[in-house]
T-cell receptor, first 114, second 105 residues
Framework: DAGVIQSPRHEVTEMGQEVTLRCKPI?????LFWYRQTMMRGLELLIY????????DSGMPEDRFSAKMPNASFSTLKIQPSEPRDSAVYFC????????????FGQGTRLTVV | KNEVEQSPQNLTAQEGEFITINCSYS?????LHWLQQHPGGGIVSLFM???GKKKHGRLIATINIQEKHSSLHITASHPRDSAVYIC???????FGKGTHLIIQP
């Protein structure tokens, strides 16, 4: 397996534009996590899914953020409209069991909103 | 919410030194991860441990569940160990802010 795949790796966009980040978890994994990493706050959980169902989205900062997992092999994180303070690295991680055991991270998407 | 504290935040050491990074948390957990992130790179899980000690090469992780404390040790440190080390309770909901480790040759 190629591991957790995120795309794009880098995204530069103008304030107000819609941004969509994508994640393909490891085949067979049934939990998927979206995180945001900044210098100031470190890693923060945004949302996680078990069996494609959102379990905890309390970390989603605002209504501008939304996440979907239409099937077991794909998830998206959308920001609309984007703002400069959304600039960060966004990571996706997947695990084979509920919770965070044996977690595998994607390479991250570095988002810059100008 | 589990408050996770790591120390030190930054650490610079000479090659060969013994390194210790500490992690404490406020809410009892069943297990904890130690993660490693190289500059500009992805995040990999080094250890997940629920009790006692685990060893992988030059890396040793210990945990005391009752005291809500874990440590990561690196023996005979090497410049390639330079990275950010992050501890995280095994629920994946919170993380330490990380320890930036630099090993100078």
């Amino acid at each position: 397996d190629a591991g957790v795949i995120q795309s794009p790796r880098h995204e530069v966009t103008e304030m107000g534009q819609e941004v969509t980040l994508r994640c393909k978890p490891i085949s067979g994994h049934n939990s998927l996590f979206w995180y945001r990493q900044t210098m100031m706050r470190g890693l923060e959980l945004l949302i996680y899914f078990n069996n494609n169902v959102p379990i905890d989205d309390s970390g989603m900062p605002e209504d501008r953020f939304s996440a979907k997992m239409p099937n077991a092999s794909f998830s998206t994180l959308k920001i609309q409209p984007s703002e400069p303070r959304d600039s960060a690295v966004y990571f996706c991680a997947s695990t084979a069991t509920g919770g965070f055991t044996e977690a595998f991270f994607g390479q991250g998407t570095r988002l810059t909103v100008v | 919410k589990n408050e996770v504290e790591q120390s030190p935040q930054n650490l610079t050491a000479q090659e060969g030194e013994f390194i210790t990074i500490n992690c404490s948390y406020s809410v009892g957990i069943s297990a904890l991860h130690w993660l490693q992130q190289h500059p500009g790179g992805g995040i990999v899980s080094l250890f997940m441990l629920s009790s006692g000690k685990k060893k992988h090469g030059r890396l040793i992780a210990t945990i005391n569940i009752q005291e809500k404390h874990s440590s990561l040790h690196i023996t005979a440190s090497h410049p390639r160990d330079s990275a950010v080390y992050i501890c995280a309770p095994a629920d994946g909901l919170t993380f330490g802010k990380g320890t930036h480790l630099i090993i100078q040759p």
